[in-house]
């Protein structure tokens, strides 16, 4: 078996040993198991759908707590409403480049 040595920034090597350990696997696995996901063909029509089966498949796709296309609850549409009507004007900031 060979090895593989690789220089990475710290931040990243941090959050890849979170990762494992929330995966309940070792670094070297869970690394392995990513680079395996990403080189085996598949017969994907993208390359992105490739690869989200090829993570699905190694068990490392993460599935957003909300779904695309789906509506956020009434009360975060409600904040976000209320939020956006404070501040400046567009047409204030546009005189003030004036």
Aim: glycine share 6%.
């Amino acid at each position: 078996m060979a090895q593989l040595t690789i220089r990475a920034s710290d931040d990243l090597i941090e959050r890849v040993r979170a990762s494992a350990a929330d995966a309940g696997r070792s670094m070297n696995d869970y690394v392995t198991s990513i680079l395996d996901a990403v080189t085996d063909p598949d017969l994907a029509d993208s390359p992105s759908e490739r690869l989200r089966e090829r993570l699905r498949r190694a068990g490392l796709l993460v599935t957003p707590a909300r779904l695309p296309g789906s509506r956020p609850p009434a009360d975060a549409v409600a904040e976000a409403g209320a939020r956006a009507t404070t501040g400046r004007t567009l047409s204030d900031h546009i005189s003030d480049q004036r």
